[in-house]
């Protein structure tokens, strides 16, 4: 057994040779191969360059730009090359893991491991059948350093082991390739990035252990700025570890305004860890409290900062399949899927999109801020398809047209440009033909928007062969409830198609621009967009030989009261924006008052009234955007006519 040593560095020209020392004396006949990942311009290179030089295990990988802790191993890991494949037989995830494969040792360039460590993590590793296994960590340095160390890594340096729920550092950390793999690499980010990780890992039901013997020395760097400077960064991103990742602590992380409880908390807690440790760990916090009170309060500013700031949009997944850099899957499509709390149906919607005959189809998932087990879920397809799912996790929940434009805007970020886009709702299962018949829609260059015939979860009756907007903005599903195999086979032209499943092209999303977040959470945003679509002299088509099954309103429920508010205060956001200009304002009235007449469902009286009276809200926002509009053009034609 053996192992590749992974070490992230950034400006660490002062501790790296430490570190690859301790990796060469006494740790060589276990760690086949180091891999110092830095940048180009990085000092740190130079001296990993001379190294490699005398000890040919050691392997430079120079980025052409600085790179996060989480980027720089995911890169390292990479570059280490395919898990060995698993044998037939060998346990899954949880069942034990006894089969080898390929370890990764993670060590922080400012650590030096123990001689023999390497092989006794290893060892351990083996023996617990856990993902991975964090060293002891022990400080040195200074008052400052000591200050670090008891703030950041005091469980780490315990020789009491810690409680259960402790998520261990990756400052040297042994760690399963396959498990590594599963979890999807560790996010983009510093410092924080080994919290997420380690919960990923045990969220996936890997056990994430600490050491019980092996020791590894860290070095702080020093100075108060400094120290003060970090805590506030690792303040900061333990709030956005928590708001993108459920561990403990996350109902303060979205919660920023009770983030301040947290101080006199964590100084209760590292006063009564200390006295567990012996009177001269407590002597030693009592005579550096100043600066332990001062890196507390900043850490808590921190950490209120990152409760308030924006998540990025784009998920940690890292590309850990072992394939050379620079070579990925390219998708001629891509199929967004927005998922909230979809644990129960995201299965069934990945299996069958990954059986559709074009096997050039890519799938982003956009987890819209879950709360049940959707995300690991959509991780864990995610490791296992080849490239072809990625997941973008998204800090919060920010409704259909939100997580939408959040996945469009991921895709074309990665500098792809599929020729085609296509929207697929957690509780669509299309069919094995699906995608063909709306591609060749879509070459007719007038068509925007192409729709598929959608059929109950029974698999024979209709849901849905296009629609058709009632002059009050009601919306009617044509074909609805029919149960002929043969009926409503003629592709239309209609109003609009429903949103979860419909595909348009790219350029025709750079022209009609992103859905309209004002209809969030839900309904009417994709007939806003047809209707925009139809606006712009373009045809929104019904393609009846693309199909799927559809689970109706599976995040509100179908003709709910929560349904039904959203549809009517949306419905009516869409008369103030859209159907007035189109039918007129006695062309609505006379429509909404005949429906009024005959309306016999009681319970949809209460989220009428209500929309109602959120119609003068809708009207004054349409009139604003007109007159923004007008300046606009008022601005445009006065520059025209200056430049004549």
Request: aromatic share 6%.
């Amino acid at each position: 057994m053996s192992c590749v040593a992974v070490i992230p560095a950034r400006r660490a020209e002062n501790t790296i040779a430490a570190t690859l020392e301790s990796l060469r004396i006494g740790n060589d006949s276990f760690v086949e191969r180091v891999v110092v990942v830095t940048s180009a311009d990085d000092p740190t290179a130079r001296v990993v360059s001379d190294w490699s030089r005398r000890d040919p295990r050691v392997h430079l990988l120079a980025a052409d730009r600085p790179l996060s802790a989480g980027a720089a191993r995911n890169a390292g890991r990479a570059f280490a090359g395919r898990t060995p494949s698993i044998a037939p037989g060998s346990a899954e995830p949880g069942e034990g893991r006894r089969h080898s494969g390929l370890l990764l040792l993670f060590i922080d360039a400012d650590c030096r491991l123990e001689k023999g460590g390497a092989a006794r993590l290893g060892a351990e590793l083996a023996g617990s059948g856990a993902a991975a296994v964090s060293a002891r960590v022990l400080g040195e340095g200074g008052l400052v350093a000591r200050s670090r160390h008891i703030l950041e890594f005091k469980e780490a340096a315990s020789a009491r082991m810690p409680p259960p729920s402790w998520l261990p550092p990756s400052t040297t950390m042994m760690c399963r390739a396959e498990a590594f793999d599963r979890a999807g690499g560790f996010p983009d980010l510093w410092p924080g990035e080994d919290l997420v990780f380690s919960q990923v890992l045990r969220d996936l039901g890997e056990p994430v252990l600490r050491s019980e013997g092996v020791v590894t020395t860290h070095r702080h760097p020093g100075g108060i700025a400094e120290m003060l400077r970090h805590q506030y960064r690792l303040g900061r991103t333990a709030a956005l570890a928590r708001r993108a990742r459920p561990m403990p602590g996350a109902f303060f992380a979205n919660r920023p305004w009770l983030a301040m409880l947290l101080l006199p908390g964590r100084v209760v807690r590292i006063t009564a860890w200390q006295a567990r440790e012996g009177v001269v760990a407590l002597a030693w916090s009592l005579l550096l409290s100043p600066l332990l009170l001062a890196g507390l309060a900043v850490w808590t500013a921190g950490f209120v900062a990152g409760g308030r700031a924006a998540l990025p949009p784009v998920s940690p997944d890292a590309d850990c399949s072992g394939k050379p850099p620079g070579k990925s899957f390219r998708a001629r499509t891509i199929a967004v899927v927005p998922v909230f709390n979809g644990e129960g149906l995201l299965d069934e919607c990945l299996d069958a999109l990954l059986a559709t005959d074009d096997d050039s189809l890519g799938i982003v998932v956009v987890d819209d801020g879950s709360r049940d087990g959707s995300l690991e879920l959509a991780h864990a397809r995610a490791a296992r398809s080849d490239g072809r799912i990625r997941v973008l996790a998204l800090d919060r929940n920010h409704g259909f047209a939100g997580a939408v434009n959040r996945g469009v805007a991921f895709v074309l970020a990665q500098g792809e440009e599929p020729g085609i886009l296509a929207l697929v709702n957690q509780d669509c299962f299309v069919s094995r033909g699906w995608l063909a018949p709306l591609a060749r829609a879509l070459e007719e260059p007038r068509v925007a928007v192409a729709g598929a015939r959608l059929l109950d979860v029974d698999g024979l009756t209709l849901q849905h062969a296009g629609a058709r907007i009632e002059a009050n903005g009601l919306t009617t599903h044509l074909g609805r409830g029919c149960r002929d195999p043969l009926a409503w086979r003629t592709p239309r032209e209609v109003d609009y198609v429903c949103g979860a499943l419909l595909a348009l092209r790219t350029a025709t999303w750079r022209r009609l621009g992103p859905l309209d977040e004002g209809y969030t959470p839900a309904y009417f945003e994709e007939v806003d967009y047809c209707r925009r679509a139809r606006h712009a002299g373009l045809r929104v088509l019904y393609v009846p030989d693309s199909e799927a099954r559809h689970v109706e309103a599976s995040c509100s429920g179908s003709l709910s009261r929560t349904f039904l508010t959203r549809y009517h205060r949306n419905r009516l956001r869409f008369v103030m924006r859209h159907q007035l200009g189109d039918v007129g304002a006695l062309g609505w009235l006379r429509a909404e008052a005949a429906w009024l007449l005959g309306l016999r469902r009681w319970g949809e009286i209460a989220p009428v009234l209500a929309a109602y009276a959120r119609t003068p809200l809708f009207l004054s926002e349409r009139l604003a955007e007109r007159a923004t509009a007008g300046r606009t053009q008022r601005a445009h034609a006065a520059v025209v006519e200056v430049s004549r």
